[in-house]
């Protein structure tokens, strides 16, 4: 039973524009969750973290918003930029630092 | 530049061949991990590791099998490869308290 969804499996977005990509968990002990990127033919590298302490952490053009009672978060990019195009995965944990949870990644696309 | 390697980045090869991936890191981590991931797929953990002569199976079944002799290197083993072997494998590393560093892939085919 898959813990961490992504249900939106792609996204276009205009270059300028915000990009919101969403995540859902069902696991009420994760307290940690993270979004990474990844390229065609690369591993995922690290995006940006939160913890359950918080509902909100901002990194630059990304901010990631966590909503505890709808076990929901959120990545938002703004301004959305074509570098951006990847695919991003979103993952849990309920034990920091050792056995994280993925989604299936959403492929965003930013057309310039 | 990356501080954790994999080889080969591709790789083809026949049924019932055996092959190991390598998977090697200079940070000094203790845990290293094996994901597996098949495309539009998540990434799903075969095999971990929490430091020297320490390895567990992860939640996705796997006949691949891993060594932990060193805590730099963490190869993974397919005995006798099949094509529903067919995948991309990523290892990870951390320290702990935070995220992981990914190395690059290796994605086997078997044919």
């Known amino acids: 039973d898959q813990q961490v969804k992504q249900n939106s499996p792609s996204l276009s977005v205009q270059e300028g524009r915000i990009s919101i990509l969403n995540c859902d968990y069902t696991?009420?002990?994760?307290?940690?969750f993270l979004w990474y990127k990844k390229y065609p033919a690369e591993g995922p590298t690290f995006l940006i973290s939160?913890?359950?302490?918080?509902d909100k952490n901002e990194d630059g053009r990304f901010t990631v918003f966590l909503n505890k009672s709808a076990k929901h978060l959120s990545l938002h990019i703004v301004p959305s930029q074509p570098g951006d195009s990847a695919v991003y995965f979103c993952?849990?944990?309920?034990?920091?630092?050792?056995?994280?949870?993925f989604g299936t990644g959403t492929s965003l696309t930013v057309i310039p | 530049e990356a501080d954790i390697y994999q080889t080969p980045r591709y790789l083809v090869i026949g049924t019932g061949k055996k092959i190991t991936l390598e998977c090697s890191q200079t940070?000094?981590?203790?845990?290293m991990y094996w994901y597996q991931q098949d495309p539009g797929m998540e990434l799903h953990l075969i095999h971990y590791?929490?430091?020297?002569?320490?390895?567990e199976k992860g939640d996705l079944s796997s006949e691949s099998t891993v060594s932990r002799i060193r805590t730099e290197h963490f190869p993974l083993t397919l005995e006798s490869a099949r094509p529903s072997h067919t995948s991309q494998y990523l290892c990870?590393?951390?320290?702990?308290?935070?995220?992981?560093?990914f190395g690059s892939g290796t994605r086997l085919t078997v044919v």
């Open positions: 590791s929490y430091g020297v002569n320490s390895t």
């Open positions: 939160i913890s359950s302490i918080k």
């Open positions: 696991n009420s002990m994760f307290d940690y």
């Open positions: 990870a590393s951390s320290l702990g308290g935070g995220g992981y560093t």
């Open positions: 993952a849990a944990t309920a034990d920091t630092g050792n056995q994280f949870y």
């Open positions: 940070m000094g981590h203790d845990k």
